[in-house]
């Protein structure tokens, strides 16, 4: 039976989101009976460069990361000059036979140029590139004279259509490559619901589970709606509690998410925390400049976590409501996928996002599984916030209810097993 190797530049099975994409990702194929091999990397001092530490295998997924050292040479060097090379000896290594498969998920050149030049038994079909984003020059400093811009142009346009077939993140991404004459299988970023305790039995309350099979696929909030604040003693001592979980990165509007605070009253203050994750405090003043007060004017309602360890972020998971999302829309940002919606929604929180890209145009249901605005500006994220503040307890549970089927039903990676196994068998 054939094996699959998927091949990536990060560390398996858990470090950042690319991790998390290309570990479900062997979950998902080894739930088809394959035996899958991920080879990843993982930062290491000098004098074990280039070795392999094994990591562990979950029934046929196995698992390893080659050693590459961050601070001798930077990392996005030694990756675009020889981590191609390391990832085929590693292959050959595990047995590499010509009927096997190659999935290569990454950006640095030399995982195209070597395995498209030492891998030749297998045939073409069976190497499969996987591309997540599409960023424009706009997103590189000095635009289309940055070193980096130019590679993963060359990469784009070059290394990923060279073998005939794609794996890609997202429908924009599907049209452009479509377009260019390759087979195309969109594959959403995957998650695990048996690893989640089941928060549609768990964790909503006896009311929501009693309405919400019925409400839920109706309409469980009319997003159309003006909702009046509650002002029951109750809703006045409840604290809602929203959460942004991710790098300072280039997609999301962290700016605008973070000043509007700003524009909320007094009394809606006395009911938000909003809690972020994967950004110091140092890092935010630095990201806000000018603005960097917003941060003390708002600390009653506004907790900067910084990078927190696994446990500490599902503790916090397990307390929040809702996640914020603005973003822009563009090409970067319609090309891409989030991977915090669905891993949040597998906990039951809700997305509060703006319209961008196929998590809203395709896969959540405004009012029903999420709550989706437009825009990105400061005054669109505040009028988000508003109105999930607004919402009753009994609806909001619904909506959590909805967040977590959506979960199971769209994102597990069981789901998605015999569809990918299919698309990797076409010729």
């Not at 562990?56 to 000059?81: Q, T, W």
């Not at 929203?242 to 300072?248: K, Q, R």
Request: charged share 25%.
């Amino acid at each position: 039976m054939n094996k699959i190797f998927i091949c990536c530049h990060s560390k398996i099975p858990k470090g950042d989101a690319n991790s998390n994409y290309v570990y479900h990702l062997g979950l998902c194929l080894a739930n088809t009976g394959r035996d899958v091999v991920i080879i990843g990397m993982s930062n290491c001092s000098e004098k074990t460069r280039g070795t392999v530490k094994t990591s562990d295998s979950k029934g046929n997924l196995r698992y390893v990361n080659i050693m590459v050292p961050k601070k001798v040479l930077p990392l996005k060097a030694e990756c675009h000059l020889k981590i191609g090379g390391y990832l085929v000896s590693e292959m050959r290594k595990q047995g590499i036979d010509s009927d096997d498969f190659v999935i290569i998920y990454g950006g640095y050149l030399s995982q195209f140029t070597e395995i498209a030049r030492k891998v030749r038994d297998v045939p073409m079909s069976h190497i499969i590139p996987v591309v997540v984003e599409w960023p424009t020059e706009k997103q590189y400093r000095l635009g289309v004279f940055n070193p980096n811009y130019i590679v993963w142009n060359y990469i784009f346009n070059k290394c990923l259509t060279h073998w005939g077939k794609i794996i890609v993140i997202s429908s924009n991404l599907k049209n452009h490559f479509e377009m260019a004459g390759l087979k195309t299988f969109v594959l959403p970023p995957m998650i695990d619901s048996n690893s989640v305790p089941n928060v549609t039995q768990d964790s909503i309350s006896n009311v929501a589970k009693g309405s919400a099979s019925n409400e839920i696929r109706s309409s469980a909030i009319d997003t159309n709606k003006n909702y009046e604040p509650d002002t029951t003693t109750k809703a006045r001592n409840e604290r809602i509690r929203f959460i942004y979980s991710g790098a300072n990165n280039r997609k999301d509007a962290i700016y605008s998410m973070i000043l509007s605070l700003d524009l909320l009253s007094s009394d809606e203050k006395e009911r938000v925390e909003f809690h972020i994750t994967g950004m110091t405090e140092d890092q935010a003043q630095a990201f806000l400049g000018k603005e960097a007060d917003v941060l003390e004017r708002n600390k009653g309602c506004l907790f900067i976590h910084g990078w927190l360890d696994n446990k500490d972020l599902v503790s916090l998971y397990g307390v929040v409501d809702y996640l914020l999302l603005a973003r822009p829309k563009n090409r970067f940002t319609i090309s891409n996928f989030p991977s915090k919606v669905p891993e949040m929604m597998n906990y039951g929180i809700i997305p509060v996002c703006s319209r961008v890209g196929d998590y809203t145009n395709v896969f959540l249901n405004d009012g029903i599984d999420s709550l989706f605005f437009e825009g990105c500006e400061p005054e669109d994220c505040a009028c988000a916030i508003k109105k999930a503040i607004s919402i009753d307890a009994k609806a909001r549970e619904c909506l959590k209810y909805g967040a977590r089927k959506t979960a199971e039903e769209k994102f597990d990676y069981h789901v998605w097993s015999n569809s990918l196994l299919e698309f990797l068998l076409e010729d």
